[in-house]
């Protein structure tokens, strides 16, 4: 049985978490807590001693992160830390004789890439990094039918995502807000996008570039659209309390407060910050375009400020187009209390009959045909629970390549990377001349 630690206990932490205590008990062994924040680590104990009757683990704070590894000599580090420091604790777990697993993005610019790769290459050691979307069945589905050539060589693409003003806003209320922190949403959100068009088309970017700014969200942007109230976070505040996009606690929900709520004495860490505020540095409108090295060429753009959530992508090829369509969540009600902990993991709220995700196939000279599969359940349409089973378990047939490790990583990141250094210059970037992989 595998030992395991996990560093960075914020809401991303729970998959691997309650994994570990429950479904994968029998497959890993989960040792200890780091963090930056006792009061989370507290949180994640008396969690998984209440729902899983499982004995408390050891905590360690940031700076005592080689202490733990000297101390529980785990097998593996699962990061799940904030974007930034990815690189720090994937790097030194290594140097430690430790295997990494890391959540995506598996960092966010080229400098932190490069040191992974040199350290993964100078170690030996492994490194996985989680990408769930792939798992998920219908986009396992589209995986199966361009590998099967049901549309020819792909030659373009077109790649729609919208975020919601739940889930979109959600990124411009916490740490995401800063760029710095994590590379803007076309490295942390858009990797999963960029790693399935890689994963899709068998294949890397080459070329990119990119447009984005910061046009809906913002003060600047509120006041220029008439708004004259603000406030800087939503707790305590009677202006809040009238905004739709603020995030209302309700006092019963423990994991809004032992997460957040009753830590932020710790290290002011605010997690219902004003949408509307200053100091925001992430964009939130960007369209790419990207040319790949079997030359394909995909054109992409992502809005985080939609009535729905969701995605659109067709592919044309040489054979014919392929068309998929994905409404995750079709509206939001302006007084609906907002849950989203865990990304992915939400209820759906609406209608499921117009969420059905649509797999449309039309060859050359021949009627559209809707393409039958078998959806899945969870979070990231099905792929969580698939992806803990190939992390934990592994030993399966991956004819179709769903485990990702640092190669993939790092081309999925470097699509936003490439993006980001598009929007500061204005110029086409070749993506070979950020890293040397």
Known sequence: MKKYVVVGTGGRSSMFISALCDQFKEHGQLLAFCDTNQARMDYY??????????????????????????????DAVIVTSIDRTHHQYICRAMELGCDAITEKPMTIDAEKCQQIIDTKKATGRNLTVCFNYRYSPRNTKVKELLQNGAIG??????????????????????????????????VHKSTHHFDLVNWWLDSAPDTVF??????????????????????????????????PFALKCDPTNERLMGLYYNAEHLDAYYRDQSVFGDGISTEDTMSVIVKYRNKAVMTYSLNAFCPWEGYRIVFNGTKGRLEFHVVERPFVEADQPDELMIPGMR????????????IILQQLWGKPKVVEYEEGTGG??????????????????????????????????????????????????????????
Do not use: C
């Not at 899983?52 to 529980?72: G, R």
């Not at 109230?229 to 009238?242: D, I, M, P, Q, T």
């Open 45 to 74: 104990n008396n969690f998984i001693q209440t729902k899983y009757q499982h004995a408390p683990v050891p905590t360690y704070l940031a700076h005592q992160f080689d202490q733990m590894i000297s101390e529980q000599k785990p």
């Open 347 to 358: 209820e759906i709220a609406g209608d499921t009959k117009t969420m059905i995700p649509q």
């Open 380 to 437: 990231h349409g099905g792929g969580d629970t698939l992806l803990l089973q190939d992390v934990f378990v592994g030993g399966r047939e991956d004819p179709l390549g769903h485990a990702a490790g640092y190669i993939e990583g790092a081309n999925s990141i470097l699509t936003g990377i490439a993006a980001n250094e598009s929007i500061r210059t204005g110029l086409p970037i070749k993506v070979k001349e950020l890293v040397t992989l």
């Open 210 to 243: 990119a447009m984005g700014d910061l046009r809906f969200y913002g003060k600047i942007n509120a006041e220029q659209r008439g708004i004259t109230e603000f406030y800087s976070r939503a707790r305590g505040s009677e202006v809040a309390a009238k905004d």
């Open 153 to 186: 060589e792909v030659i373009s693409l077109h790649f729609e995502w919208l975020l919601d003003t739940s889930h979109g806003a959600d990124y411009f209320r916490r740490w995401h807000r800063d760029k710095r922190n994590n590379g803007g949403l076309l």
